[in-house]
């Protein structure tokens, strides 16, 4: 189950196996931030059907700058 604050894997694309969590859940798509390359003020539209969910949701309200963002994800893999 998607949520905002979920981290998922993306399976497609140039940036194909990196971590990136939702900011934003419409009906047939996210909004993705890593807080490096996709920064929370501009974060990337992906297709649901090219990401894996984990088990994992972050709270936004404590993440909400990039680099509290950055920190939450480096346990996933190198940013």
């Excluded at 934003?24 to 993705?32: A, C, G, H, N, Y």
């Amino acid at each position: 189950m998607l949520n905002a604050g979920s981290v998922v894997r993306s399976m497609a694309g140039r940036d194909k196996h990196q971590f990136f969590c939702i900011v934003e859940l419409s009906r047939d798509s996210v909004k993705l931030a890593d807080g490096k390359t996709r920064r929370l003020e501009k974060p990337k539209r992906k297709n649901l059907k090219h990401i894996q969910a984990t088990t994992t949701i972050l709270d936004l309200e404590v993440v909400n700058t990039n680099k509290r963002l950055r920190a939450s994800l480096k346990p996933f893999g190198e940013l």
